[in-house]
């Protein structure tokens, strides 16, 4: 399906980038929840979990890093409105092979969060690679994406295969 360029929302009449006035919609509580996963040797693993990685906290800092990130989002992503976010909060999960993340991020608004999690479980992941790389240089990051939102004209939203409770 091939979409006008008047359907495109972050492009003028002219094919000019824009940034979507968003002034004449409705504030309503928004939130978006992302994911992802580092897969990692299980000496890297073991080290992040007993907190013996060279540079310290892994995924305390992580977890600071991921919370920044999402309340930059506007200067990292053009034409994303810069937000004042409620609410970011980043939980990780130890599996057999790595660390998986999800992020929540929320706010009343008039526009969605979906980048803001998304941007941060990036960031999170990044900063664990960046943290432990000198245990796994082999680390791979992957699966970052949204599995859920809710709020604003499209509603609620969830990844047909997300495992979400």
Known sequence: MSKKLSDLTHLDESGTARMVDVGAKQ??????????FIRMSGSAL???KAGDAPKGDVLGTARIAAIMAAKKTGDLIPLCHPL????????FAFEDNG????TT????????????????????????????KALDKNMVIENVRLLEKTGGK????????????
């Open 27 to 36: 504030a309503s509580h928004r939130q978006a929840i992302a994911g992802g």
């Open 46 to 48: 073991a080290a992040i």
């Open 84 to 91: 004042s976010l409620d609410a970011v909060n980043v939980d």
């Open 99 to 102: 660390v998986r993340v999800t």
């Open 105 to 132: 991020a929320s706010l009343t608004g008039k526009t969605g969060v979906e980048m803001e999690a998304m941007v941060a479980a990036s960031t999170a992941l990044l900063t664990v690679y960046d943290m432990a």
């Open 154 to 165: 499209s509603g609620h939203w969830r990844a047909e295969d997300s495992d979400l409770a």
